[in-house]
Nanobody
Framework: QVQLVESGGGLVQPGGSLRLLCAAS????????MDWYRQAPGKQRELVAV???????NYADSVKGRFTISRDNAKNTVYLQMNSLKPEDTAVYYC???????????????WGQGTRVTVSS
């Protein structure tokens, strides 16, 4: 069994910063891509940032230059550093990872429970 647990959300003023963390645990064989998504009230879930197993990153246009995704493979952890936050960044942020379990033969997609980020003065 695999779990993803996010932390680091909270209330921050516009222009402020937050750092989100997502740790994967359980019967993990290997992790491919680790991503961050977000879902704002009344909107669909959208992809924010991607970190592939090969070390490549990609960002939504709306966060380029402000957000940075990083990864610690030894800790099975992915981070999202969010700077210059705007009210429109307010959302629940979800971690997603494509994981092969220790005795599994295929890769499955796992989700965390989400962490809420509110940007408001």
């Amino acid at each position: 069994q695999v779990q993803l647990v996010e932390s680091g959300g909270g209330l921050v003023q516009p222009g402020g910063s937050l750092r989100l963390l997502c740790a994967a645990s359980g019967s993990i064989g290997s992790i491919n891509t680790m991503d961050w998504y977000r879902q704002a009230p009344g909107k669909q879930r959208e992809l924010v940032a991607v970190f592939t197993s090969g070390g490549n990153t990609n960002y939504a246009d709306s966060v380029k230059g402000r957000f940075t995704i990083s990864r610690d493979n030894a800790k099975n952890t992915v981070y999202l550093q969010m700077n210059s936050l705007k009210p429109e960044d307010t959302a629940v942020y979800y971690c997603n990872a494509d994981i092969r379990t220790r005795f599994g033969s295929h890769i499955s997609s796992y989700w965390g429970q989400g962490t809420r980020v509110t940007v408001s003065s």
